[in-house]
């Protein structure tokens, strides 16, 4: 079986407070952490547990910031020692202990990292970039596209390995220039992929068949974005619900849901990179001719 899996626990707590977050700030208590650890414990072990002969990735998308928390890491950690997980990630700000990973397996950990100049500094997020590029784990780094951040985007592409991918996470609401769209993608040759909306209602998606998202308790929805849920993953028969199914959301415009869609073809963009939002060198030199991107139907604009 080959599977992608996004996992999100109960976890609502972050250590930053931006501005645009709903969890800004937010502290779990005793309980909730509790509940969140022994969560998190079930589905390492449920992963454990499949035949060392599938293929499962692990992309953990938390509310908050999961990696100031010890069992995340050690979690990690875990499932990079794993014959059937071919890929584990986990969305971070990179401001947690990194001394984890020369444990952890490079091969099969990678982390999507967002740089928040707001919430650090330039020389600290840099440092643990260094550490990661010298336990060779693969990672991506992203900023939010506000205005205010362009010069702080710029100075962490120039700072980082030309290798590295930086990306840009469109602020839709913004209404980009002409000349705003092209600065931005003078950063992440990909930005117009992230700057739009893209038309899904009714089109073929991989999520639900190829890739699921499950929370806490074991339960499945085809994306984060579809609240139906379609099976629970520690029952005995849950892959029967893994089944091919059109989109029922009118546009898609977020990365961890756009990239599932057929149409798109983006596996050909990020390849084995997909979880940990890492294109291929073909892709990140921007020499990679972007699927063509359809404008949205009468349908999809009503």
Same mark, same amino acid.
């Given at each position: 079986?080959?599977?992608?899996?996004?996992?999100? =626990?109960?976890?609502?707590?972050?250590?930053? #407070?931006?501005?645009?977050?709903?969890?800004?700030?937010?502290?779990?208590?005793?309980?909730?952490?509790?509940?969140?650890?022994?969560?998190?414990?079930?589905?390492?072990?449920?992963?454990?547990?499949?035949?060392?002969?599938?293929?499962?990735?692990?992309?953990?998308?938390?509310? #908050?910031?999961?990696?100031?928390?010890?069992?995340?890491?050690?979690?990690?950690?875990?499932?990079?020692?794993?014959?059937?997980?071919?890929?584990?990630?986990?969305?971070?700000?990179?401001?947690?202990?990194?001394? /984890?990973?020369?444990?952890?397996?490079?091969?099969?950990?990678?982390? /999507?990292?967002? $740089?928040?100049?707001?919430?650090?500094?330039?020389?600290?997020?840099?440092?643990?970039?260094?550490?990661?590029?010298?336990?060779?784990?693969? $990672?991506?780094?992203?900023?939010?596209?506000?205005?205010?951040?362009?010069?702080?985007?710029? !100075?962490?592409?120039?700072?980082?390995?030309?290798?590295? $991918?930086?990306?840009?996470?469109?602020?839709?609401?913004?209404?980009?220039?002409?000349?705003?769209?092209? @600065?931005?993608?003078?950063?992440?040759? @990909?930005?117009?992929?992230?700057?739009?909306?893209?038309?899904?209602? =009714?089109?073929?998606?991989?999520?639900?068949?190829?890739?699921?998202?499950?929370?806490?308790?074991?339960?499945?929805?085809?994306?984060?974005?579809?609240?139906?849920?379609?099976?629970?993953?520690?029952?005995?028969?849950?892959?029967?619900?893994?089944?091919?199914?059109?989109?029922?959301?009118?546009?898609?415009?977020?990365?961890?849901? $756009?990239?599932?869609?057929?149409?798109?073809?983006?596996?050909?963009?990020?390849?084995? =990179?997909?979880?940990?939002?890492?294109?291929?060198?073909? !892709?990140?030199? =921007?020499?990679?001719?972007?699927?063509?991107?359809?404008?949205?139907?009468?349908?999809?604009?009503?």
């Amino acid at each position: 079986m080959k599977l992608d899996i996004l996992y999100r =626990g109960p976890l609502a707590s972050c250590n930053y #407070g931006c501005e645009y977050c709903p969890f800004a700030k937010r502290k779990d208590d005793r309980e909730a952490l509790t509940r969140d650890e022994a969560q998190w414990k079930r589905f390492l072990a449920w992963v454990g547990a499949q035949p060392a002969s599938d293929q499962l990735g692990v992309l953990v998308t938390p509310w #908050g910031e999961a990696l100031i928390r010890r069992w995340y890491r050690e979690g990690l950690t875990e499932l990079s020692e794993l014959p059937q997980v071919t890929r584990c990630a986990i969305q971070t700000n990179l401001s947690a202990p990194l001394e /984890w990973v020369a444990d952890a397996n490079p091969d099969r950990l990678a982390l /999507w990292c967002t $740089y928040h100049p707001e919430w650090t500094t330039e020389a600290k997020f840099l440092a643990q970039c260094r550490i990661l590029d010298q336990h060779g784990i693969a $990672y991506s780094v992203g900023i939010v596209g506000q205005r205010e951040h362009e010069a702080a985007a710029r !100075a962490i592409r120039a700072a980082l390995p030309a290798n590295t $991918y930086v990306w840009i996470n469109a602020v839709k609401a913004l209404g980009y220039a002409p000349d705003e769209i092209e @600065l931005w993608r003078s950063i992440d040759p @990909l930005f117009e992929l992230n700057n739009q909306r893209h038309p899904s209602l =009714g089109k073929a998606c991989g999520a639900g068949e190829r890739a699921i998202t499950v929370d806490g308790d074991g339960a499945m929805r085809r994306c984060h974005f579809i609240s139906d849920v379609i099976g629970n993953l520690y029952d005995a028969n849950w892959q029967r619900a893994l089944a091919p199914r059109p989109c029922s959301q009118i546009d898609c415009h977020c990365h961890i849901g $756009y990239v599932h869609l057929d149409y798109l073809e983006l596996g050909k963009v990020f390849a084995t =990179g997909l979880l940990e939002r890492v294109p291929t060198p073909e !892709a990140r030199a =921007g020499g990679l001719r972007l699927p063509v991107l359809s404008e949205p139907s009468s349908q999809a604009r009503r």
